[in-house]
C-alpha cells in the first residue's frame, strides 16, 4: 500500500483546513485508512480512522467533535476535515494503512504534511 498525504498548510485559529490521503496498490482497499499526527516534542498519536466502505469510523475523544473523516472511492482518497482549528492542532499530519481501527498493527504510512495553526 502507497499513501500520499497532503494539504497542509498555516491557517488562523478557528479556521479550517482539508487534508487528503491518496492510495495506491493492490491490496489498499483490505485496510482501515488512519490519521495520525505528532507535535514537535510529543509522540505520534491516533486521531482516527475509515475502513473504505465507509461503514465505520473511530475517533480519538478530543477530535471527534472538530475532525472528519470520509473516503472518495473514485478518487481512491481519504480526507480529514479540520475545523474550528487550534494553535494546538499544529503538527505533522500522516495517514497510515492497516487492519481496522489501524489504530496499532500500521503496515503502511504516508509521508507527513505539515499543519501551522497561528494564533
Known amino acids: 500500500v502507497q499513501l500520499q498525504a497532503s494539504g497542509g498548510g498555516l491557517v488562523q485559529a478557528g479556521g479550517s483546513l482539508r487534508l487528503s490521503c491518496a492510495a495506491s496498490?493492490?491490496?489498499?482497499?483490505?485496510?482501515?485508512i488512519a490519521w495520525f499526527r505528532q507535535a514537535p516534542g510529543q509522540e505520534r498519536e491516533f486521531l482516527g480512522s475509515?475502513?473504505?466502505?465507509?461503514?465505520?469510523?473511530h475517533y480519538r475523544d478530543s477530535v471527534k467533535d472538530r475532525f472528519t473523516i470520509s473516503s472518495d472511492h473514485a478518487k481512491n482518497t481519504v480526507y480529514l476535515q479540520m475545523n474550528n482549528l487550534k494553535p494546538e492542532d499544529t503538527a505533522v499530519y500522516y495517514c497510515?494503512?492497516?487492519?481496522?481501527?489501524?489504530?496499532?498493527?500500521?503496515?503502511?504510512w504516508g509521508q507527513g504534511t505539515l499543519v501551522t495553526v497561528s494564533s
Open positions: 475509515t475502513t473504505w466502505s465507509g461503514g465505520r469510523t
Open positions: 496498490g493492490r491490496t489498499f482497499s483490505s485496510y482501515a
Open positions: 497510515a494503512a492497516g487492519p481496522w481501527p489501524a489504530v496499532r498493527s500500521i503496515r503502511s
